[in-house]
């Protein structure tokens, strides 16, 4: 074994790290536990994302275009513009995405028949295929991610994480309140 690899860390012991700092410096021991958990579960998933992208020739600004567009409902459309507000990136580097994107046969852009001087973006029947499949191949690692856990513990985690997501939603809804004030 590398020298290299014998001193990484585990994932596990990167957790136990963060953790121990944010409860040092002041953070709460049960909230820094599942905060941390998700995003290094996050972080990690990440990377594996990226290589199986790589495995069907997207890369991560294309798979947010073609996720973002396949998550719509299908009778709404979108514009490059939207496109690039939504995946937080400049307008001219969407439209070179899309471009190569378009090349691939992964979209389709045609003018708006309501407003000649917008483009509207739709995925095409090779782009909802290409989404399936990143989709299936992703699902394999994630259901190995979740082995050891039984299906009512998947349930309940669920649930549990479904809950904090409503938390999200509060919050924000106290600060557009407080905002509006």
């Given at each position: 074994?590398?020298p290299?690899?014998?001193?990484?860390?585990?994932?596990?012991?990167?957790?136990?790290?963060e953790v121990?700092?944010?409860?040092?410096?002041?953070?709460?021991?049960?909230?820094?536990?599942?905060i941390?958990?998700?995003?290094?579960?996050?972080?990690?998933?990440?990377?594996w994302?990226?290589?199986?992208l790589?495995d069907?020739?997207?890369?991560?600004?294309?798979w947010?275009?073609?996720s973002?567009?396949a998550?719509?409902?299908?009778?709404t459309?979108?514009?490059?513009?939207?496109?690039?507000?939504v995946?937080?990136?400049a307008?001219?580097?969407?439209?070179?995405?899309?471009?190569?994107?378009a090349?691939?046969?992964?979209?389709?852009?045609?003018?708006?028949?309501?407003?000649?001087t917008?483009?509207?973006?739709?995925?095409?029947a090779?782009?909802?295929?290409?989404?399936?499949?990143v989709?299936?191949?992703?699902?394999l690692?994630?259901?190995?991610?979740?082995s050891?856990?039984?299906?009512?513990?998947r349930?309940?985690?669920?649930t549990?994480?479904?809950k904090?997501?409503?938390?999200?939603?509060?919050?924000?809804a106290s600060?557009d309140?407080?905002?509006?004030?």
């Amino acid at each position: 074994m590398s020298p290299s690899k014998s001193k990484r860390k585990s994932v596990r012991q990167e957790y136990e790290a963060e953790v121990a700092a944010y409860v040092e410096a002041g953070g709460n021991e049960q909230v820094q536990r599942v905060i941390t958990a998700v995003q290094g579960l996050t972080r990690k998933l990440s990377q594996w994302y990226g290589f199986a992208l790589s495995d069907v020739g997207l890369t991560t600004g294309e798979w947010s275009v073609l996720s973002n567009l396949a998550l719509r409902p299908r009778d709404t459309t979108t514009t490059p513009s939207q496109l690039a507000e939504v995946v937080a990136v400049a307008p001219s580097s969407m439209t070179h995405r899309l471009d190569k994107m378009a090349e691939r046969g992964l979209i389709d852009r045609t003018p708006d028949p309501s407003n000649r001087t917008r483009v509207l973006v739709t995925l095409t029947a090779a782009g909802w295929e290409t989404f399936r499949q990143v989709v299936r191949e992703s699902d394999l690692l994630e259901s190995d991610v979740l082995s050891r856990l039984t299906g009512p513990q998947r349930e309940q985690l669920a649930t549990l994480l479904e809950k904090a997501i409503a938390g999200l939603d509060d919050l924000a809804a106290s600060r557009d309140q407080a905002a509006a004030s």
